[in-house]
């Protein structure tokens, strides 16, 4: 047993670089595990930076300098961030408090809608069952009623986070892109001279990552954008709520349209009922959701991910568990990365002949 761990480990970890992989691979993991709460200022912004360097890059290219080219970017970043606060975010929040406010009345209505399934099947349905399932749901409102008191009382730590974030996250962003150069150079001067494989992996991530970063984010406002409209055009009040979270749903595969179906569902009842206007919501939800999975991802990410659904949906899990939205956010990307460092692994005959060079 014995002299099969140590074969195994002489074949797959004997190389310097593969060491140096393993070592980068799991400080960014305690990184992440330890300090990704008092760091998410800084990844976000890290992230934002990530996602503003093509455009950077794209105007360095036309023969405006770096300072030049990223205050133009940073500008229009700072305006679709006041958008979006100023906007953007009091619109879906008083949304919510409409739909919330309107669930008990829903909840009513499905309620004498419900008593009539033991007239029709009283072999199957009991007028106690649909009064305990009633029960059960209004518990369940009546607990996110209470959760958003007590997140209402805790506002002043919710606006201080909310402020670091709005001001120190675009003061990281703006130094990210200028100082970009300067970064990266002290980051490598920490590395070893021989770092092959290293390279390697880094860009295939990094080409595999921005896209992907950058395609997620299209979607998003895609997504977004077409369901605000759709939805409007059909008369439905909460379309701009719907639209947001239909647009962030897209960044957890398979899972998130699933999910936003109920609430697309319950604000379609509450403004049309049954009739033919609740069956149009639906039918347009069902119709983007399609566009989206056959239509909108293959065109923005056909040579970016070549992941196995199981190994995306396993991927969700185990970040998003270890990291919640933005584990979630990055689960393809992160799976992408181990993919690609279980690829560039140096193999035995790369070790004798590194060895023996």
Known sequence: MLEFVSNWYQRHFSHPQAVLLVVIFFVGLVLILFFGGMLAPVLAALVIAYLLEGSVAYLENHRLSRIVAVVIVFTLFVTVLAFLVVGLAPVVSRQVTNFVHDLPRMVSQGRELLLRLPEMYPDFVTAAQIDEVITTIRNGISDAGQSALSL??????????????????????????????????????????????????????????????????????????????????????????????????????????????????????????????????????????????????????????????????????????????????????????????????????????????
């Open 152 to 357: 209402s009382l805790a506002s002043i730590s919710v606006m201080i986070t909310l402020l670091v974030y709005l001001i120190l996250g675009p003061v990281l962003v703006f130094f990210f892109l200028k100082d970009k150069i300067q970064l990266v150079g002290w980051l490598s001067s920490y590395l070893p001279n021989e770092r092959r494989v290293l390279i390697e992996v880094w860009q295939d991530v990094d080409a595999q990552i921005g896209n992907y970063v950058r395609g997620k984010v299209y979607e998003i406002f895609i997504v977004g954008s077409v369901t605000y409209s759709s939805f409007a055009l059909l008369g439905l009040s909460y379309a701009p709520m719907l639209a947001v979270l239909t647009g962030l749903s897209v960044v957890i595969p398979y899972i998130g349209a699933a999910v936003i179906t109920l609430p697309v569902a319950v604000a379609a009842y509450i403004e049309f009922g049954w009739g033919a206007g609740f069956i149009w919501i639906m039918l347009t939800y069902a119709v983007i959701q399609a566009l989206d999975g056959n239509l909108l991802v293959p065109l923005l990410f056909s040579d970016v991910v070549n992941l196995h659904p199981i190994a995306i949906i396993a991927a969700v899990l185990v970040f998003g568990g270890i990291w919640g939205f933005w584990g979630v956010f990055f689960a393809i990307p992160l799976a992408t990365l181990v993919k690609s460092l279980l690829e560039a692994w140096p193999s035995r005959p790369e070790m004798e002949a590194d060895i023996a060079g």
